[in-house]
């Protein structure tokens, strides 16, 4: 594995620019102090009650995040180029989307083989020919980058269903402004607090045709007990706009209501933390209580807009990803600006032998695995995880895909042994609404608190810092 | 707003004011246990502190006798009575949970603080006296932060009269609960009017809905049963009788109603008994039997309940 990039240091002792004014900071500070804004961050994180659930576990598992107080800085040039290559790659998904569930062009162009799609589980045939509000399907989108050095930022995964983590982005800002307001004073730090207000533009432009002028948002919830919970209410409330359980709603004449203390009033825009599978009963999987019966005619009535649109894991299934470039290209005729990782399609024999012979090398993931569950991180597994892995490999080859391990980036972080490197990915959050694609600058960071590791998951032992775009 | 927020609000409420009244049943069970025999007579108190509590009957599935360490475990601490006041402070944080968006940081800040305190300090019950006595008062102490932040952060609209509505419901109905079971010691016609055991008893009552110096104040005479049972019942200016809950309930149900435009049947019913309570006086309640006053009149608020409910809840 190569060395991996550090956002701070030059080799050689220098510092980078965006760090510099950090740097003389840290200096400055005594460890005890820094301490014990660390502690009052954990604090201030419990009481608020920002916590996530973790599956799999006993009960009464609401955990903390945890939070590292150093920030992730990059230069206005840094995310200037990053913003530009998420707008392409969201505007490209957006058009591969509609384009799988309408004239499928690039199926005959032989870009991206028929199966895949028309196999693959999160292709929904409900959506064929549908028309969708404002041909918008992904209106937020999770683009997760690493960085390998300092002029490639690399697309691990583009999260098209329901990304999460965006309140931790605006959390942790509020944390550090309150924390650390000696440490803003030195940088002029872009803001991001207004992720909201755009976000509800965004999804007010995309209202149906048959909504009023003042179209009527709501948000989706499975509920209380979601691991994303807080991030869902959250929302809500910087939205202003009701945070409504499947049972809230009802389909009547192919229209949305929700219940209220005064009856039923129509709903334009879901904002839906909810997955396809469970959305409605009647077309989905009929055991789901978190849905809304009926939900899936009015929206083929064209009287509802699901943002993001039903069927949109096609596009980041992990499997098509390894299309993408090729996807960039034949839509917008561009270069891709981001990268992909190099894909092993264990799906095509000359592929899956190589990955074979290279486990001990490679990440394994599954295809249409999330959050860091079911993979295979070759050089940190023992000789029999791999050869448990093998035999899963061989039985379903087209279930997996492989990568090699990537020397993400690092930052600064806090350990118990003072400051030291970890790795670190960035999740931006991109927002297309019907005229146009906004991006706050900025992101979740997500940093491998334990050290060599690269899994940056929440559930898997991840933290989170605040990422800082300097507006030079 | 939704239906479920209301709902969810509703019963927020009802759940913090449901745990400040047990723990000052117990406050108040405990100073009168503390006293000699001879001042409390023979009546077992921690067995009318369950009845007060209304789960007399799932007490005494799980335990035989009802002496303090009993009661006080089954009241406050535990899992299986589902009105205990851990169960109380569980439920109105998961309704807090559910409902986020409409309360106020600061009310959530009161229950969420509370709930993370319930789990760190007193997870494991309470095992002295005194130990005991800081729990109740870290349970009285979150109500009022709980009210008081409700009170002065809220904003003056549906949320906030659906709040009001499960407050003053439930205190209602404990403090028509504490008559019912009390009802006896306030008769007149008792034999030992007058005596030390009866002085305990009414200032016990008036203790568990911290009305003690407010007698005082109203009537500055000793202590006399039908004045107690008048306070409780049709005195307006305290807040915790029934004429004050029902002043407060009529008046949060027509904010609501002009609010929507629309009357109904809870607006009705509420102001048939708040009404009823005006054009009463306390002779014409011992004639007519207070015991019976006060059923009918648990039975009427609870109706009152459904009635909302149905109207806005589901």
Same mark, same amino acid.
């Given at each position: 594995m190569a060395v991996a990039f550090d956002e701070m240091n030059i080799p050689g002792g220098d510092l980078r620019p965006a760090y510099q004014e950090l740097a003389r900071w840290l200096k400055e500070t005594p460890p005890e102090a820094l301490e014990y804004r660390r502690q009052e961050a954990e604090l201030l994180f419990r009481r608020i009650g920002i916590t996530f659930a973790v599956y799999g576990?006993? @009960?009464?598992? @609401?955990r903390l995040i945890p939070f590292d107080v150093i920030p992730r800085i990059m230069s206005g040039k840094e995310w200037a180029l990053l913003e530009k290559g998420l707008k392409q790659r969201v505007r490209a998904l957006n058009m591969f989307l509609r384009d799988i569930y309408h004239g499928r062009d690039i199926l005959r162009a032989e870009i991206v083989p028929d199966d895949l799609i028309f196999q693959?589980?999160?292709?929904?045939? @409900?959506?064929?020919?549908q028309q969708v509000p404002h041909d918008v399907y992904v209106h937020i989108a999770g683009i997760d980058i690493v960085r390998v050095d300092a002029n490639d930022f690399i697309v691990l995964e583009d999260n098209a269903r329901t990304p999460s983590g965006v309140s931790y982005m605006l959390e942790n800002r509020e944390i550090m402004m309150r924390l650390f307001p000696d440490l803003f004073a030195r940088h002029r730090v872009a803001p991001v607090e207004r992720y909201p207000d755009e976000l509800l533009a965004a999804l007010r432009s995309v209202a149906?045709?048959?909504?009023?002028?003042e179209p009527t948002v709501a948000l989706l919830t499975p509920g209380v007990y979601n691991s994303a919970y807080y991030e869902h209410s959250f929302l809500a409330d910087k939205l202003g706009i009701e945070l409504v359980e499947g049972r809230d709603l009802i389909v009547k004449n192919n229209e949305v209501f929700m219940r209220t203390t005064e009856g039923l009033k129509r709903v334009d825009v879901i904002y839906r933390r909810v997955d396809d599978d469970f959305l409605d009963p009647l077309t989905f999987r009929p055991d789901s209580v978190l849905g809304v019966p009926g939900l899936m005619s009015a929206y083929a009535a064209g009287n509802i807009t699901l943002a993001n649109a039903v069927g949109t894991g096609i596009a980041d299934d992990k499997a098509i990803y390894s299309y993408m470039p090729d996807i960039v290209k034949f839509y917008l005729g561009e270069e891709p600006i981001l990268k992909n990782v190099q894909t092993w399609r264990c799906r095509e024999p000359k592929d899956l032998a190589y990955v074979l012979d290279n486990l001990s090398e490679l990440v394994v993931k599954e295809v249409h695995g999330s959050g860091g569950y079911g993979m295979l991180i070759g050089p940190a597994a023992t000789k029999a995880t791999i050869e448990a892995f093998r035999e899963k490999l061989k039985r379903e080859p087209e279930g997996f895909i492989a990568q090699p391990t990537l020397a993400l980036s690092t930052c600064p972080t806090c350990t118990a042994s003072g400051l030291a490197p970890r790795h670190v990915d960035l999740r931006p959050f991109v927002l297309t609404g019907s005229k146009r694609i906004t991006i706050v600058p900025g992101g979740l960071t997500r940093v491998a608190l334990k050290e060599g590791s690269l899994v940056v998951n929440s559930s898997q032992g991840g933290g989170t810092k605040d990422t800082w775009i300097l507006d030079e | 707003m939704l239906s479920r927020t209301a709902e969810n609000l509703y019963w927020l409420a009802r759940y913090v004011e449901r745990a400040e009244y047990l723990a000052r049943t117990i406050d108040a069970t405990l100073r009168v246990t503390a006293l000699p025999a001879a001042y409390i007579g023979k009546t077992n108190e921690w067995d009318s502190a369950l009845l007060t509590a209304g789960v007399a009957a799932s007490f005494y599935q799980k335990y035989e006798e009802a002496n303090e360490h009993n009661v006080v475990d089954y009241l406050s601490f535990s899992v299986d009575n589902p009105s205990s006041i851990r169960n109380c402070i569980e439920a109105a944080r998961l309704n807090s949970r559910s409902v986020r968006t409409a309360l106020t940081s600061e009310m959530w800040d009161t229950i969420n603080s509370a709930w993370i305190e319930l789990q760190e300090v007193w997870s494991k019950g309470t095992s002295t006296r005194e130990d005991l006595a800081k729990f109740l008062r870290f349970v009285q102490e979150t109500s009022l932060r709980f009210d008081g932040s409700a009170y002065r952060?809220?904003?003056?609209n549906d949320a906030y009269w659906f709040s009001r509505l499960g407050l003053h419901l439930e205190r209602a109905d404990n403090t028509a609960r504490i008559l019912d079971v009390k009802y006896h010691v306030l008769l007149?016609?008792?034999?030992?009017?007058?005596g030390p055991l009866d002085f305990y008893q009414w200032s016990s009552i008036l203790r568990s809905v911290s009305a003690l110096t407010a007698y005082h104040w109203v009537y500055r005479e000793t202590l006399k049963p039908w004045l107690v049972a008048d306070l409780l019942i049709l005195n307006g200016t305290l807040p915790r009788s029934l004429a004050s809950c029902y002043d407060n309930l009529t008046r949060n149900l027509d904010q609501i109603g002009v609010a929507y435009g629309r009357q109904g049947p809870a607006q009705r019913h509420a102001r048939g008994i708040r009404n009823r309570l005006e054009h009463s006086n306390m002779n014409d309640i011992f004639q007519h039997g207070v015991h019976e006053f006060i059923q009918e009149f648990i039975t009427d608020n609870s109706r009152l309940g459904e009635i909302i409910t149905k109207q806005y809840l589901i």
């Open positions: 576990e006993a @009960e009464s598992t @609401e693959n589980p999160v292709f929904r045939p @409900e959506m064929n020919g149906p045709l048959s909504a009023s002028s | 952060t809220m904003l003056r007149p016609e008792e034999e030992h009017v007058g």
